[in-house]
């Protein structure tokens, strides 16, 4: 069994930077990609950044592209997501994810971690 604990949110003013936190435990097959996921009140879970645990391309949301960076380490299972130039806009509820490959949909993730908020003020 996956589990992953996000940590890193807070709130913070319009252009500043964040960097947020997942810790991956059980990894398995099941697992490979991590994504990181939003969903702001009254809309859809979406779609952020992900990759892949043995490296590769790294995957991002037009909305976050040049702001955002996806990173891992694999020696002690952590994925992040460092956020800069944050806007009003990103202020959402922040997921890590894991499933078995790199997708935009939040289906194609088997397991989720607790979330984490990102609030930012203009």
């Known amino acids: 069994q996956v589990q992953l604990v996000e940590s890193g949110g807070g709130l913070v003013q319009a252009g500043d930077s964040l960097r947020l936190s997942c810790a991956a435990s059980?990894?398995?097959?099941?697992?490979?990609?991590m994504g990181w996921f939003r969903q702001a009140p009254g809309k859809e879970r979406e779609f952020v950044s992900a990759?892949?645990?043995?490296?590769?391309?790294?995957y991002y949301a037009e909305s976050v592209k040049g702001r955002f960076v996806i990173s891992r380490d694999n020696d002690k299972n952590m994925v992040y997501l460092e956020m800069n130039n944050l806007k009003p806009e990103d202020t959402a509820v922040y997921y890590c994810a894991a499933g078995p490959r790199v997708m935009e949909v939040p289906g194609a993730y088997f397991y989720w971690g607790q979330g984490t908020q990102v609030t930012v003020s203009s």
């Open positions: 990759l892949r645990w043995t490296g590769g391309a790294t």
């Open positions: 059980g990894r398995t097959v099941d697992s490979a990609a």
